[in-house]
């Protein structure tokens, strides 16, 4: 394949515009836009007229004025078009970490009779370290489990109250099927908890499809919504009157400026809000999730299957000497949103592959990650991408980096 | 007094030029900063500057190139210099309602054979809510004791696990003793929790004088960190190892880039830190913080009380007609950092005068109440706002406001 090939399909990309609705670092080919997307440039200038004008001339007022005291819920409503979720089904707020603590406790509350919470050895660390915050205080004495991906269907029985998955997986990009697995626990009377980090944006999600009871996902990947961005909790519609939050902070309070001293949970999905909104992140978010909804997830899943094959096949024919082997699915509808390989030497390979502007990341022990975004992604991008590994592996250069010390410690 | 003692008073004020490091809300005379600060233009600039550079061209390298991923800390030792902390004994993270939560439960780690928690009526509710939901759900029963605050003493014994206190009163502005009620709880083996909210860059706060246990409080009060800026948890250095965090996201893991399946708390601090940090929250809370570092507490203080002391002299000698009854302690030592009055139809008068542009506000069922920033409130500030309040009251505009609707529902 020649690069004229790979131009040709930029030029016919129906989604080419929305490159340039970003600020474009400068001799970087960016494969990382799964763990902190780009920078739109309408964030900038939108949090400009949020600093200036909202805060700084409407200030107390502007959280009735501007609605910012509903940016959580209104933002919730943009990301649950994104998950097959409904209106008043999905808040933004806080951290991924602390929603899955949210949704962990409120399926103790709905499964009282049951305290195990089953999960997999793959699902992302901060997945399994809120499970085990739980574990070590709680009031049934709840137990984790975690079990390999392929055993789940074996530990799916009546003492487990709660399933926790990823739906993608962080380091090979496998999607797992939600349906199915949804109404296998289901027939069980077990509620699962979807972990949509790496789907939101990315691949197609219809959460009430799969009857799903409670997600969580990140807002600081594909959605673009800038370094640390609130994450949004779902909780289906026929959960959510059932729970009384145990995170039960003011923002969740049914008339909260009547400073009552007894909680009273709002109605719906208000009462899973818990501190003061975070403006200046929810507005960033927003800004990214508006981008998306212009994209439409349909079209990116499109373009990023097309990319992330083309990816895999000229990685397979130019780069097959040095040792490579592809980690994620090859069929590309057991594949999401980025492509990883495993590498003996990862680590020093994807320094050295930084150093050439080639910037994907490495995921221990030895996995070179590269995250496709097609919001930003070109296609002579992934021609120049494995051009540049395969200079980078031919010249040794990796080698210079074996002793190179992560700066993420 | 006439209003050139006023001028005068600014034009010796050592504090004068931090006014014009705030974006100025025209036809305002602005008493709420005590609920949200004014808008620092450095935050604008650095704002622009972090999203243009540091995301849009450092992307993911920005964790560790920009010190991203220590941003939290770097903060927290900042505000550690307000509150008599020292280095690595505070972090800035998510809100205060969950940083209530972390101390909470980590006092029940640490007062095992204990299990009731003791509040006040007049707390700020979301205080209580956080009580209340950890009553709900926690593994040895723990119970809340809620009292007046003049019968605390009488509720110190050997069932108490921890006391949580606010410094300041939400409503009259009243400072609690943090030296002598600490004391008192150690002697019975209680911890306590110090709620700094409406302490914090306004009154000088001495923790670690106090041998104070954990503090927590907000960044978008009196810190001018922005609306819904990151909170900050204190946790004493003598406590920090005996903690294994119930909220145990990966951030707080020793090594979170090595992605392992068992959590392992961080050393010291870090393990209070749950999600990835907010970045562009946090950006925005060290712009306010920095300000409040250069001018000073000591000095603010000073500024603080001359301008409230003004404030209620000439309330009380040219509004003595209105029915308006000071509720914040007269005793300038024991009143922070606002004012406020009782008046039969306080809601109605506060919404009249924030037509008129004095924008304070109101607290049900009865307060008025006016929070007086010294970074950016001027004497001759005072003299105008108690002016157009006596206007506002003689002409019965407030009347006209008896059947508003209150905006924050």
Not at 17 to 31: A, D, G, Q, V
Not at 104 to 110: E, H, P, V
Not at 278 to 306: H, T, Y
Not at 369 to 393: H, K, L, S, W
Request: glycine share 8%; charged share 25%; net charge neutral.
């Amino acid at each position: 394949m020649e690069k004229k090939y790979f131009i040709e399909m930029d030029k016919k990309d129906p989604l080419k515009e929305f490159r340039n609705h970003f600020f474009l670092p400068k001799n970087t080919i960016y494969f990382d836009g799964n763990s902190l997307g780009m920078a739109p440039k309408i964030t900038k200038k939108r949090m400009e007229h949020v600093i200036r004008k909202e805060w700084g001339q409407g200030l107390i007022r502007s959280w009735a004025d501007e609605e910012w005291g509903i940016s959580g819920q209104r933002i919730g409503n943009k990301i649950s078009k994104l998950i097959g979720a409904n209106d008043g089904e999905v808040i933004a707020a806080d951290s991924t970490s602390i929603n899955i603590y949210k949704a962990l406790t409120a399926t103790i509350q709905c499964n009282q009779n049951r305290n195990i919470i089953l999960s997999t050895n793959d699902n992302f660390p901060t997945d399994l370290y809120m499970m085990q915050g739980l574990q070590s205080f709680s009031p049934n004495e709840v137990k984790n489990k975690i079990v390999n991906k392929d055993e789940i269907d074996k530990y799916l029985d009546e003492r487990v109250a709660a399933l926790l998955l990823t739906e993608v997986d962080y380091k090979t990009g496998e999607i797992l099927s939600m349906s199915e697995i949804t109404k296998k626990a289901h027939d069980k009377g077990i509620l699962v908890i979807w972990d949509l980090s790496h789907s939101v944006g990315s691949i197609p999600v219809d959460l009430n499809k799969c009857a799903a009871d409670f997600a969580v996902g990140c807002g600081y990947k594909f959605l673009n919504g800038g370094p640390g961005a609130p994450a949004f909790l779902f909780v289906a519609k026929k959960h959510q009157e059932k729970i009384r939050p145990i995170l039960s902070g003011w923002m969740g309070h049914k008339n909260p400026f009547d400073f009552s001293i007894e909680y009273k949970p709002a109605d719906g999905i208000d009462r899973f809000l818990c501190g003061t909104p975070p403006l200046l992140g929810l507005i960033a978010l927003e800004c990214g999730v508006d981008l998306i909804l212009k994209a439409k997830v349909s079209r990116l899943r499109q373009k990023a299957v097309k990319l992330s094959s083309l990816f895999i096949e000229l990685m397979e024919s130019m780069c097959s000497e040095f040792d490579f082997k592809l980690v994620s699915p090859r069929d590309e509808n057991r594949r999401a949103g980025h492509v990883s390989f495993m590498h003996h030497s990862g680590f020093a390979v994807s320094r050295a592959l930084a150093s050439k502007g080639i910037v994907g990341d490495f995921r221990a022990p030895n996995i070179v990650r590269f995250g496709i975004a097609p919001m930003y992604t070109r296609f002579q991008d992934i021609f120049d991408a494995v051009n540049i590994i395969r200079e980078t592996m031919q010249s040794d250069l990796w080698k210079n980096h074996e002793n190179d010390i992560s700066p993420y410690t």
